[in-house]
């Protein structure tokens, strides 16, 4: 084929481009085709080294291409790019003993439309602003784009580096394992689940799998995961809230259908103390208690029920705390606990509801004198973390709460206490989130509780 007679001459006819290279890489023919797409005539070409007349191919895969057809003896199948030709080849080489020959057509056309899908594929990957991730059949990361990156904390090197398993916290392993299975049998999974950010921080993400396949059969998975972290928390303070106006609603009609008579029969029970004789007067006692506890917790739903009117002034704090320590003073004799108050003096002046703060603080102290029966110290410490921040914390030695409850404490209903209604840490909540504030819980079992207590200073107020 390579040596070809002129009046043999039919490549001409053949609608792929075609040329002939000796051993010596001498071009002995080449059809139009070639010549139009070479850009270069005939007589231009022929009797001339390859090489010569396309210097720029030598660093190019057309040269290790033609090297490897001519010295192994095999036919090579290849698509290439010529830049100074501004064209994309597909490429045929067959040897002989007398050197090559090559057909070869133009797939520009072709090329750029599949570069522009795969450009289009690239962006929407790597601007999608969800993680977009892939992995192998074992959980190893193939690919990830910036999002996920972003979502997990991990440059994109580390987690080349890693498999998904040390991401998920172990109580969700096994689900998110099962998950990853499943989509590596070709079946997409749809699942939410916890993953380790690279600080430590659990975040809550929406997850796709979608298995990777290729000549029917998987190769790897697809993922696609976004952050729910904060909807998820939006939808637990809508529900809290939803529960607070369920709670309001039965309160303002609890509190006034047990105002009433509850009023009677303390009265009541008062006339028949001092009018009838022969009667214990313990049990006068126990019931005037019960009918005490009843109306305080009617007080506290008539709380829930309807927003405060009371007015915010200009208070001191550390009065406030002291107030309530001497007014508990008494109680916490009687059950061998010692209030001990640290650093209170540094508190400034807020601007509050005095009388509501009250709640709070005889709340939790009470709170912590009954996770006492053995008595103990509770102490209240309080300081200045920021300019703008007041901390004050109510720590006992009672016997804790353990961890799986204490997210539950200031639900409706929900106490940790055998006679308890759970309303007293829902109004202190409710008291200080409207004073701008926070409160957070903290109990190891056995070694007690800690509440913090934290709420806003205003430079203005205390300056004044």
């Known amino acids: ?57 030598l660093n190019l895969s057309f040269y290790e291409h033609y090297i490897k057809a001519i010295n192994e003896q095999v036919t090579v199948e290849f698509e290439a790019n010529f830049p100074s030709l501004e064209k994309w080849f597909d490429v045929r080489v ?12 133009d797939i520009t056309c072709k090329k750029r439309v599949l570069l522009r899908k795969e450009q289009h594929y690239e962006s929407l990957f790597k601007y999608n602003p969800d993680a977009v991730f892939s992995f192998d059949l074992k959980g190893n990361y193939l690919s990830v784009n910036p999002a996920t990156e972003c979502l997990l904390g991990y440059r ?27 989509a590596a049998k070709g079946i997409t999974q749809h699942y939410e689940t916890r993953v380790y950010h690279k600080n430590g921080k659990i975040l809550d993400v929406k997850v796709t799998n979608m298995p990777i396949i290729v000549n029917n059969e998987p190769i790897g998975v697809y993922g696609v995961a976004r952050d729910i972290t904060q909807e998820n928390k939006n939808e637990l303070l809508l529900l809290e809230s939803e529960q607070l106006t369920a709670v309001g609603q039965l309160a303002a009609s609890i509190a006034h259908e047990i105002r009433n008579p509850l009023t009677s029969l303390k009265g009541f029970v008062q006339l028949i103390e001092n009018k009838v004789p022969g009667v214990n007067k313990e049990y006068f006692s126990v019931m005037m208690e ?52 640290e650093n209170i003096a540094c508190l400034p ?37 920021s300019t703008s921040l007041m901390l004050i914390q109510v720590i006992d030695q009672g016997k804790g709460i353990p961890k799986e409850l204490i997210s539950k404490i200031g639900s409706p209903f929900y106490t940790t206490k055998e006679n308890g209604t759970g309303l007293g840490m829902m109004t202190t909540i409710k008291i200080i989130k409207s004073h701008g504030g926070n409160v957070n819980i903290s109990s190891i079992e ?3 509780t ?6 806003p200073v205003d430079s203005s107020v205390s300056a004044s």
Not at 12 to 36: C, G, H, K, P, Q
Not at 94 to 105: A, D, I
Not at 319 to 338: F, P, T, W, Y
């Open 446 to 448: 056995g070694q007690g």
């Open 290 to 341: 019960e009918l005490g506890r009843i109306e305080s917790i009617t007080s506290e739903l008539l709380f829930l029920a309807k927003p405060q009117a009371q007015e915010f002034k200009i208070e001191q704090m550390n009065k406030i705390i002291q107030d309530v320590v001497l007014l508990l003073g008494s109680q916490a004799l009687i059950n061998r606990i010692e209030i001990r108050t």
């Open 450 to 455: 800690r509440i913090d207590i934290y709420l």
């Open 94 to 105: 067959y040897p002989s003993s007398n050197g090559l020959s090559v057909y070869f057509k």
């Open 349 to 385: 002046a807020i601007l509050c509801i005095g009388q509501q703060l009250k709640q709070v603080f005889i709340n939790l102290i009470k709170n912590a004198m009954e996770a006492m029966p053995g008595g103990g110290i509770i102490q209240i410490v309080a300081s200045i973390p």
């Open 1 to 57: 084929m390579v040596d070809i007679p002129e009046q043999l001459n039919v490549f001409d006819r053949v609608t792929d481009a075609f040329f002939a290279v000796n051993n010596d890489w001498i071009l002995t023919y080449l059809n139009n085709e070639a010549s139009r797409l070479l850009f270069h005539g005939k007589t231009d070409l022929i009797g001339k080294c390859l090489w010569n007349e396309f210097p720029k191919a």
């Open 156 to 182: 994109e090197d580390e987690l080349l580096d890693m498999t998904f398993i040390p991401l998920i916290p172990p109580e969700e392993l096994d689900k998110t394992m099962n998950y990853f299975l499943e």
